[in-house]
């Protein structure tokens, strides 16, 4: 069974209005206790695995699950148990399904290797209010959970809203959620339960960022809803922590990489689909450039001052030269933003038409797709050895343009793996790295010293950061013009 749920954190505020908007209709209360198992050594979470026994009224059940091909969506078993007393957990249940293999594949198992002991890890006591919502042959079952979650002496209160696929369309779901976050300001999360009951067993605050995956595809508008798909993985497990609190430098950075990601995807592969919303870009644009305004802070304060420290610089108080921040929490849990979001996963889950037709359209546009990406590779890199060339003689807005195109091209090449031979898309990557790495370092040291220069009307001890950035521009420039005459040469293009 494929699980498609959508979670939504609640303000708490907004607590009691989203009980009463779930009670209008016929709505039951249930009490859910779970238990939830895993290795001594944490090896199913690792893998994205969850493996629980939870008695929902007189009932246990044993459930695993297993991370889906597509963001918010996850394979399932359910297994209902017939006892009195408190069953015992066991993975042999789930042979011979989807979920069963992944566990094999988590623990690392051979066919007839035991599956080994399993502990306690964490519980939850949740009382769930549901309402089922039927309209045009989609059912979506809407859950309030509260409760808590415990794992040893720690406790941790839990309200949220789940939205579960029941029948139907994947679209009306994702309308659904849309309505709610609008009516009462809720915002997406991918952190599930045992995510959370996972952290609060190891005492951590936060996951860890979220990096990168290359996507997987076959056909033309499967190239598109995977490079999003890609994308919003990265996005979504990013958003979830910093929506939730955490500012962790790590995880701004990865969202907005995320979000680059996701804009040269929407830019470059438009022509391979017609269910690109314009109107997307707007809030994507707004997201990006308040989180670099944080990204660009930390660099500043932590890499570059320290660097001047050890230059044999001063230490310097910024409080009042600097202005204040967006707050990125409201900023990633905004309704403009969520839209976007909600928005992107219905286009990545919205389901071609089947039959034979359609496989042949998928071939043709497999064709297709190659010839449009190919085009878009051969126009940016060339684009970027015209402008490279003369690196030295560009102003500083057509040198950060050039920066801003160069990423788009690792972007695009990435992008298109599986279109091309892996190893020359890799090789020709690797040659890209140098000339980022130095235009990167440029632009973030212009950047650095027109804060320095901003400063020295507040403190002229900043006159010391001022010379130290206005020495190394000279050489960084010149290692930018070195860096991209080596492009040129090394750089083999792998779509002719």
């Not at 079952?141 to 994947?170: F, R």
């Amino acid at each position: 069974m494929m699980e498609f749920e959508l979670k939504l954190e609640i303000p708490t505020h907004r607590l009691k209005a989203v009980e009463a908007a779930v009670r209008r209709g016929h709505s039951v209360q249930q009490r859910l206790q779970a238990r939830y198992f895993d290795t001594h050594d944490a090896a199913l979470a690792a893998q994205g695995v969850v493996v629980r026994l939870r008695k929902e009224g007189r009932q246990w059940l044993q459930t695993a699950k297993a991370p889906g091909l597509r963001p918010l969506e996850r394979l399932e078993h359910n297994v209902v148990l017939s006892t009195r007393g408190a069953p015992v957990v066991d993975l042999a249940r789930h042979l011979g399904t989807p979920v069963g293999k992944r566990i094999r594949q988590a623990l690392k198992l051979k066919p007839s290797q035991p599956f080994p002991p399993l502990e306690l890890v964490y519980e939850t006591d949740v009382t769930r209010l549901t309402r089922v919502v039927s309209a045009g042959g989609t059912s979506v079952e809407i859950a309030l959970d509260t409760g808590h979650i415990a794992a040893g002496k720690h406790s941790l209160p839990l309200s949220e809203l789940e939205l579960e696929l029941k029948q139907g369309s994947q679209a009306s779901a994702v309308e659904l959620a849309r309505s709610w976050c609008l009516a009462h300001g809720l915002w997406l999360s991918s952190i599930s339960k045992s995510m959370k009951g996972q952290r609060l067993a190891q005492d951590q605050a936060f996951g860890a960022p979220v990096s990168a995956r290359a996507p997987r595809y076959a056909s033309g508008r499967d190239l598109a809803a995977a490079v999003v798909a890609s994308c919003l993985n990265q996005i979504l497990a990013n958003a979830s922590e910093v929506a939730g609190g955490c500012s962790g430098e790590e995880h701004i950075h990865q969202l907005r990489v995320g979000l680059r990601r996701l804009r040269t995807a929407l830019r470059e592969f438009g022509a391979l689909t017609e269910d690109f919303d314009s109107a997307w870009d707007a809030p994507l644009a707004l997201v990006f450039r308040e989180l670099g305004l944080h990204r660009d802070r930390d660099y500043l304060l932590h890499t570059v001052q320290r660097q001047i420290e050890a230059a044999g610089g001063p230490a310097l108080d910024w409080r009042d030269a600097l202005a204040d921040l967006p707050d990125v929490c409201a900023t990633v849990r905004s309704p403009g933003f969520q839209e976007v979001l909600l928005g992107l996963i219905g286009f990545v889950h919205a389901a071609p038409a089947e039959g034979k037709a359609q496989e042949l359209k998928k071939v043709k546009e497999a064709k297709a797709a190659k010839k449009i990406v190919r085009r878009r590779l051969r126009k940016l890199h060339q684009q970027v050895l015209s402008e490279g060339q003369t690196f030295l003689g560009l102003d500083e807005p057509a040198q950060h343009h050039l920066r801003k195109r160069l990423k788009r091209l690792h972007y695009v090449a990435e992008f298109s793996k599986d279109l091309f031979a892996k190893r020359q898309v890799e090789a020709f990557l690797s040659a890209l790295k140098p000339m980022q790495d130095a235009l990167g370092l440029y632009h973030d040291e212009l950047a650095a010293l027109q804060a320095w220069q901003q400063l020295c009307t507040h403190d002229p001890q900043a006159w010391f950061g001022v010379g130290w950035l206005s020495a190394r521009r000279a050489a960084n420039a010149q290692a930018c013009q070195q860096a991209c005459e080596t492009f040129a040469q090394k750089a083999k293009p792998f779509w002719d």
